[in-house]
């Protein structure tokens, strides 16, 4: 006799099959013995008035889950701290209100120090005590994260000199009427650029906590944390894009690899052979040797070829202007894009795309 399948056994199977991935992705990785000042990754997340409560809350459950085992939410692996101008409350714009510490009360140096701003009406009551945490924080050499509007925070503040922002695509004009002589971008979650770090906020606060995550502590919490948070991962078209468009061959060595995935997150503003060198915990000797040795070719031309292979696809599989594509590829002018095309692929950008257009 057979017996129909009820939903709820379907859900009961799911549940299941979702609490034995969590334990297994849990027992991966190392032990979970850390205190708060062990922590693999620290972050203080500032908060100013009026600033949005989905980006907080995306960013500090990112965290949480993966700190500990299970669902028990010790900050374990990972530590966070709220904080304010002084302690006490910060409304947020939906008009709830947090509990924060006062930044005088932790000198400590993070990992990272992300600053979530507010209503952009609110830029000129910023208190002056912010401004004097930054340069504290900044002279400790402390990654400083601008989500959401906390890009508009730091370029005011003088820290995105020679920096590309990653906003919103709402807050994308504001952006560059108030900064003209800032780089901006609004066609990704968010943007390493060195020490600085820009996110646009709503739910790519999720994708950024997730790679800050398995930079610092493995890709099994990274993994917990988009399981548990129901999440895709890098599923976007702009992803989907690079991978179709750079097809890099697989490499064996492990920081060739870490190296690689950096030089793809970041086309539009290019990081430096020795950011990239220490985000991989190498030097930048090692980093050319294993480069050499795997693909025959320096880090820093592979990287050069990858943009303009980006680049290409581009033009042959999308109606971008040549503008938008030379600086999404990172180049700093269009004159700098077309010499580098041509001499790469002997011919100009827009005679590729021509021809391109003329065999179909």
């Given at each position: ?50 600033f ?7 960013f ?81 050499h402390v ?28 807050h994308y ?25 820009t ?52 490499v ?12 793809e ?17 190498t ?26 292979r ?12 040549l ?21 790469v ?16």
């Open positions: 006799m057979t017996f129909p399948i009820e939903e709820t056994d379907l859900v009961r199977s799911d549940s299941y099959a979702g609490r034995e991935l969590v334990k297994r992705l849990d027992r991966d990785g190392p032990a979970s013995t850390r205190s708060r000042a062990g922590a693999e990754l620290n972050i203080g997340l500032l908060l100013l008035p009026t949005p409560l989905l980006s907080l809350a995306g500090c459950d990112a965290l949480r889950h993966a700190a500990d085992l299970g669902d028990q939410s010790r900050p374990l692996r990972c530590a966070w701290t709220l904080l304010g101008t002084q302690a006490g409350e910060v409304h947020a714009s939906c008009n709830a209100s947090v509990r924060v510490e006062g930044i005088d009360q932790h000198p400590e140096r993070f990992d990272y120090l992300v600053v979530i701003g507010g209503l952009l009406s609110h830029l000129d009551s910023i208190d002056r005590r912010l401004w004097d945490y930054l340069a504290a924080k900044d002279a400790q990654p400083l994260i601008g989500m959401c509007t906390g890009s508009f925070v730091l370029a005011l503040g003088g820290y995105m000199k020679d920096r590309v922002a990653c906003v919103h695509a709402y004009e504001d952006y560059k009427r108030l900064f003209p002589g800032l780089g901006v971008m609004t066609h990704t979650d968010y943007l390493l650029d060195g020490n600085r770090i996110c646009a906020g709503g739910v790519s606060v999720i994708e950024l906590a997730t790679r800050l995550i398995g930079l610092h502590c493995g890709a099994d919490r990274a993994a917990k944390v988009i399981h548990q948070m129901t999440v895709s991962r890098r599923g976007g078209a702009s992803f989907i894009e690079r991978r179709q468009a750079l097809g890099y061959p697989s064996d060595n492990v920081q060739a690899r870490h190296a690689i995935v950096l030089m997150e970041n086309l539009e503003a290019p990081l430096t052979i020795e950011t990239i060198a220490k985000m991989t915990g030097s930048v000797r090692q980093l050319e040797r294993v480069f050499v040795g795997s693909l025959g070719v320096s880090p820093k031309n592979f990287y050069r070829t990858m943009r303009l980006y680049a290409r696809w581009l033009l042959l599989n999308s109606t971008r202007p503008n938008d594509i030379a600086y999404g590829c990172g180049f700093a002018d269009l004159a700098h894009f077309i010499r580098s095309f041509r001499a692929y002997g011919m100009t950008p827009g005679k590729l795309r021509a021809a391109g257009k003329d065999a179909t």
